[in-house]
Each structure stands twice: as C-alpha cells, then as structure tokens.
C-alpha cells in the first residue's frame, strides 16, 4: 500500500443509536450515530407488519376481463 494516502483506522469506535443501544467497532471515522440498529429494527424485533397482497392479481384480472 501506499504511504499517506490512507485514512487513519481506529479500532475502538462507539457507535450509538438513536434508540440508545451502542455498539464497539472499527472504522475511519471518529463519531458515529445511526438512526436504526439491529437492536430496534421491525424485522429483527419481530414486529414486523406483513402487508396482505392477497386479492390484487384478482383486481387485476376484474379490470381487465381475464380469465383462466
């Protein structure tokens, strides 16, 4: 690699979400704060909404006159 032309990397970097979970990690930059994490995402939580798509190929085919 080339001298001088890298960003300093700093091993110990606390990372902070909105929610107040922190995380330790590597990285270039020396502040870091996210909106969402793991900690507080739907789909990690498990309080995801599953949207029901059910009826719209129907609706479709009712628009249309489609049959099978």
């Keep these: ?7 300093a990397y700093n091993e110990d970097i606390l990372i902070k979400c909105a929610c107040g979970a922190t995380f330790e990690t590597g990285s270039t ?3 870091v704060s ?3 994490c793991s900690s ?4 990690y939580t498990g309080k ?3 949207v ?17």
């Design 1 to 7: 690699m080339r001298e001088g032309i890298h960003p």
């Design 29 to 31: 930059k020396d502040n």
């Design 34 to 36: 996210i909106e969402i």
């Design 40 to 43: 507080c995402h739907p789909f």
């Design 48 to 50: 995801q909404k599953l």
């Design 52 to 68: 029901d798509t059910g009826g719209r190929v129907d609706k479709f085919r009712k628009r249309f006159g489609i049959t099978e």
